[in-house]
């Protein structure tokens, strides 16, 4: 195709998706899409690729898979393709409340693309309000199921869907309203494509496509090229899987060749009977492409934003993992599981090429939602209060964004004034957490703190979504891993209390709930930090006066200047420990890895993976609780403090596997060199 030609159409697609975004996000009801920007738009190739995406997206589900759901309806003109579960939709939802609509685009007879949107719905049914809980056991009890269908046959909207839509949910009206949001941006996108066949010709039109994933690809590889050939293996870690206080592991190794990545999952733990389980139909699919998105885009802002970006990266994904869901494992929470690969991503990528490489995310994040009893006869109110962000890591030559990690997507805050105005909650205090951000030569970001006070009687809280609170931010080239969060009832008042990681919470008036959210890791020793940067961190309240001597090294005057004398007399004085480590993980993954090591778990895996799906969970379970029988609850103890004596847990380890698996040859138990 003509360059000239081609640069044109690529930025016309471009803007169309803009469009449709924009229409989107301005005609929604939903305070999660207009707020939040919790909903993705596109266009579709024939080949059910996205070929345009809008940059101005706050999601990066690019490479989403949804060339199964087109070929399992027949459509004509006027039809539109609905489905929200991820089994029966092959991985193109990944969980209930995302509702995906597809529209063909017609002309002349025949389809020359499809536009593409879904949104996170903040009630799709199920056993709690929002639809979205960790304790799920299956999907069944995580709201509606819908497969491909069509929702608009021939231009009228399909009644009965209505009318079983609006019976399974806890908001029919914001619901529907949502729906009619998606179908005009859709609406849009029709027009638009309509109107650039118009002047340049379906087959141009439809060869364009093709020719921007081309273009992508070769783009996207050259940024790839920059990363050494090698074999990059990381690991890294959900607190637990709140059926038991086991952590969940992830395991990534990334082979590199000339620019070609392959991305090999197995060692990752079995699935859990908890909502962590993300349905990726065992492919390369866009929760496990996230990291690499945002290194490629990174390093080249000029690449258009499709699918050839991930032509020359490859998985192996074995099924029934944590990261290959299998039905009807529950899947509501995905996002914490997904985080987590993508931070043994970054940690991969780091390895690789640590100049090029932020460090992982600060955590999952925290969803606050609230319900309260609605008018006598009306149903309950349900509101996605926040959602919360701890900082983003820093990287060679930079800091970390304070209060906004956007490494795995940049929705956006609710304003105060949007809570207050939509449900009976008082904001006390939204603030940055002090000292949360991991210290470094460059510091990493701070997270949020946010404070609630309960104005109604008969309303409960849920913060979902939190995560490290035991395993840290970990810290990059000599930085320190960032502060754990916490959730508190009543904090300041008689009867405070750490809740850790509880799902739900029934208040009384007057009850308050704080969200201090994760900081983010350090990059580089921070007692090379410039002690003016270390200065301003103070004035602003990222770092205490204290958390500059201690971290830093840095002394502050009673007048706010930096005291030189006393800062070198503090940096020449310090005991160096372990500064030159590639990674800082904190205590308490190093005292996990110190009993369950890489070599150990790898095996005791494989050997679960050859039992029924039924027994692999309480399995391992047996297992590990065999070997560390009093694992404190995650933000509720220490793990460190649980495995002191690592000798003991390694033998009872040992012990366990035998006891439960058997010996197995070439098995590389405790205490035992890998055959």
Known sequence: MDPVLFEILSNKVTAIADEMRITMQRTSRSVFVNEASDFAVGLIDLEGEVFAWPPGSKTTSINVPAAYTIGAVEVEPGDVIVSNDPYLSQGMSTHLPDLHLIRPYYHEGRVVAYGWGFIHYMDIGGRVPGSMTIENTEIFQEGIRIPPMKIVKGGKLNADFVKIFQANCRLPDINMADIHSTLGCLEVGAKRVAETIALYGADTFVESQSVSKDYSAAKARAVLRRLPDGVYDFLDYIDDDLVSDIPIRMRLRMTVVDGKLHFDLTGTDPQVPAAYNVPTAG?????????????????????????????????????????????????????????????????????????????????????????????????????????????????????????????????????????????????????????????????????????????REGSTLQVRGLDRLR????????????????????????????????????????????????????????????????????????????????????VIADDGSVDEDATAAARAARVKQNVGADFDFGPEREAWERVFDDATMNDLNQRLYALPKSVRHATRRRVIERAAPNLPKAGLGSLADALADADAARARLREAILAELGEAEGAALPGRAAQ
């Open 283 to 455: 492919i390369l699919h866009n929760w496990l492409t996230r990291r690499i998105t945002t290194f490629i885009r990174t390093h080249d802002d000029t690449i258009p934003l499709n699918a050839g970006l991930y032509r020359d990266i490859t998985a192996t994904n074995p099924p029934g993992t944590v990261l290959n869901a299998e039905f009807p494992d529950p899947v509501a929470e995905r996002h914490a599981t997904a985080t987590s690969f993508n931070n043994a991503v970054t940690g991969a990528l780091l390895k690789a090429a640590p100049d090029l490489m932020a460090g992982p995310t600060c955590g999952t994040g925290g969803i606050i939602i609230y319900t309260e009893p609605g008018a006598e006869g009306e149903t309950t109110s349900v509101i996605i209060v926040q959602s919360l962000r701890g900082g983003m890591s820093a990287y060679a030559g930079g800091d970390g964004v304070d209060g906004r990690d956007v490494t795995m997507n940049t929705m956006h805050n609710h304003p105060i004034e949007t809570i207050e105005g939509k449900c009976a909650l008082r904001v006390v205090e939204y603030d940055v957490a002090i000292d949360s951000g991991g210290p470094g030569r460059w510091r990493g970001g701070v997270g949020q703190t946010m404070k609630l006070e309960v104005l």
């Open 471 to 554: 395993f840290p931010s970990w810290g990059v080239m000599g930085g320190k891993h960032g502060a754990l969060p916490q959730f508190v009832l009543n904090q300041g008042k008689p009867g405070e209390r750490q809740l850790g990681k509880a799902e739900e919470l029934g208040a009384a008036v007057g009850d308050t709930i704080t969200v201090v959210m994760e900081g983010a890791a350090g990059y580089g020793d921070p007692y090379l930090r410039d002690p003016d940067a270390v200065r301003r961190d103070v004035v602003q309240l990222f770092v205490s006066r204290e958390g500059a001597a201690r971290d830093y090294g840095v």
